[in-house]
């Protein structure tokens, strides 16, 4: 097959061709597809057309082709065209390679009991890769409980749902045929219970999980990142002592709540959580999980730096990082930035971040810190004084909102004051207490007064010009503080900006693997819920860093979309006989899904498969009986 530009009166259209020889041996071409203005390069014409024609053909799993980023996804669009189209056909002798079953009807061929095989097939590559059957086996688990841990969390990675739909849902996998269960008269009790087993051996797993994925990627922690989210019940669940309201991040303080700790590397790995209280405050949580900490640490190894948003970094926190070894790094609170606000508006001694090259700039600056109080407690610190462009531009636009907003409802509140709308002062005092508490973030900037007019009274508000200066002068500057005292400002500012690596964590346990909702009720159960999403966050966090080394950055719903379209399938090919042969095996994937495969090491070819024969017929050997799974 080749592509071959054609003249039309609209202009030019690209063609895939393929010659023939007709019945004479003569040499003739006919059209496979139309794809009408595609724009491709003419360099690219050759390899796509002839992997096109291998996977038509059936050839590619014989003569495999390394198709770069830019054919595969052309090479899937093509063939998906070509047979959706229904007018092509291949040629017999082309495809006698293909296995082929005398006296097969084809046009009563068909296939059933197709199930998603994609997602479920790199979650269960994934599981045996970390060694969980392994270790969930010398822990005392038998075959039947090690297979129920798995689905619980290969559910979370795939298609998040209840214990109570689980059976329904492996059914509809390739799961059945990758762990050859069928799960016959299984009911949601073992997926309860089974998620308790694996709660109360949290701490082995956890440990056994840290090594294995250092072990696999060779990784060297130096970094620990700690932070903290919250997910709330609809319910009350009054069963779990736990369960408080508190501040959320979802601003739903009307529902109960948990918070979860947790301690993630550089990498974006978790090493430990703890579940608290929703009331507790975040700062107020670092005690509880120095044990945690310290358990990350290998025996020996060299405490790594502690990396922590404002909320945990109180004076005592830094001193108890410090009394068990460890280093930090940490963001200063909002209101501490006024103290830098000198040097702030200095340019002198702030240099810009490198390789941020096509992106807004970054300035930062380390200094020894003047301001530093209690000194026999802490080791001397230093500061890091961060400009960002970004930031500032964002905080700028909002603080400029919020006090256009303020300045809209005064104007008319005074409109209303001065027309003898509103007369009663106490009224209006009222009206002004209202606006200043819809608008706390700007009414700090202004003095509202109430006067005593020659018509009435009279509405009137001042701007206090020195702190609105301050506070623009202050936009998108931040304050790093460190006991660290051997890595630059640059380093120092990387080492923070990792910290997005857990607000990615979170944002994957609540959005991919269902951190939320929360359907339990018992603290128990609220518990394991918690630990199955964080199971099924090892295995998306090792899918997703051994994409990454490969230069794959999508992220997993992406991902999940690309490969739930392969799937085990049951062919039925009914023959003259009277008999019907079944297959049972997985499709074959498409170029995308065969890069997603090649890359994360996971051989697609060799799945399980099984054959067998129905029908009245006698049995005339071997090959027609029913085949062992391969």
């Known amino acids: 097959m080749f592509f071959r530009l054609k003249a039309t009166r609209s202009g030019q259209v690209l063609k895939l061709v393929e010659s023939y020889r007709d019945d004479t041996a003569r040499p003739r071409h006919r059209a496979v597809v139309s794809l009408g203005d595609a724009p491709l390069a003419p360099a690219e014409w050759k390899p796509i057309a002839k992997a096109v024609e291998d996977r038509l053909y059936g050839r590619d799993a014989m003569f495999p082709r390394n198709l770069s980023e830019v054919h595969v996804p052309w090479v899937d669009r093509i063939v998906l065209q070509v047979s959706s189209e229904g007018r092509w056909h291949p040629f017999a002798e082309a495809s006698g390679m293909a296995e082929v079953i005398d006296g097969v009807r084809g046009d009563a061929v068909s296939h059933t009991d197709s199930a998603e095989l994609g997602p479920v097939l790199v979650g269960w590559e994934i599981w045996k890769r970390l060694g969980l059957r392994e270790l969930l086996a010398g822990l005392g688990f038998n075959r039947s409980q090690t297979q129920a841990a798995a689905i619980s969390v290969i559910n979370r990675l795939s298609d998040p749902s209840s214990e109570h739909s689980l059976p329904d849902w492996y059914r509809r996998t390739g799961l059945p045929e990758l762990m050859g269960n069928q799960l016959r008269g299984a009911g949601d009790d073992r997926f309860y219970r089974v998620s308790d087993l694996l709660l109360s051996r949290q701490r082995e797993i956890e440990r056994h999980l840290r090594e294995r994925q250092r072990s696999l990627f060779n990784l060297e922690r130096t970094v620990l990142l700690y932070d903290l989210t919250n997910t709330h019940f609809e319910g009350l669940c009054q069963r779990n002592p736990k369960a408080k309201r508190g501040a959320n991040k979802q601003k739903r303080n009307d529902c109960a709540q948990i918070v979860v700790g947790m301690v993630f590397d550089q990498f974006g790995f978790e090493m430990a959580h703890k579940i608290f209280e929703g009331n507790l405050n975040d700062g107020k949580s670092l005690v509880e999980m120095i044990g945690a900490l310290n358990a990350t640490v290998a025996d020996g190894g060299k405490k790594p730096l502690v990396v922590m948003d404002a909320g945990v970094a109180s004076r005592k926190n830094l001193n108890l990082l410090h009394t068990h070894g460890f280093g930090y790094l940490v963001n200063d609170t909002r209101g501490q930035r006024s103290r830098y606000l000198a040097a702030f508006r200095e340019q002198k001694g702030f240099h810009i971040v490198p390789g941020r090259e096509g992106k807004e700039p970054v300035w930062v600056r380390v200094m020894n810190d003047s301001h530093a109080t209690d000194q026999e407690t802490v080791p001397a610190e230093r500061v890091v004084l961060c400009k960002s462009q970004p930031r500032g531009n964002k905080e700028q636009a909002i603080v400029s909102n919020a006090e256009g907003r303020l300045l ?37 900037f202004y003095r509202i007064e109430l006067e005593d007019g020659a018509k009435g009274l009279l509405l009137t508000w001042t701007r206090n010009d020195a702190l609105r200066q301050e506070t623009t002068d202050l936009c998108g500057c931040y304050v790093l503080r460190t006991d660290e005292q051997t890595l630059n400002q640059h380093q120092l500012w990387e080492l923070y900006i990792s910290l997005s690596q857990a607000e990615e964590g979170f944002k994957a346990l609540k959005t991919d693997l269902g951190l939320r909702p929360n359907r339990h009720q018992t603290e128990e159960r609220v518990d394991a819920h918690v630990f199955l999403c964080v199971l099924a966050y090892h295995l998306l966090r090792n899918i997703l860093w051994t994409l990454e080394q490969e230069g794959d950055n999508r992220n997993w719903e992406t991902l999940k979309g690309v490969l739930r379209t392969h799937c085990y399938t049951t062919i039925l090919l009914p023959t003259r006989s009277g008999q019907t042969h079944r297959i049972r095996k997985a499709g074959q994937p498409e170029e995308c899904q065969k890069t997603i495969y090649r890359h994360l090491g996971i051989a697609w070819d060799s799945l399980p498969r099984n054959r067998s024969v129905i029908g009245t017929a006698p049995v005339p050997n071997e090959d027609h009986a029913r085949l062992a799974t391969l």
């Open 408 to 444: 809209d409802a005064l104007g008319k509140l005074a409109a209303r004051v001065e027309n003898k709308r509103l007369k009663d002062r106490s009224k209006i005092e009222q009206a002004i207490g209202r606006i200043q508490a819809r608008h706390p973030r700007a009414r700090r």
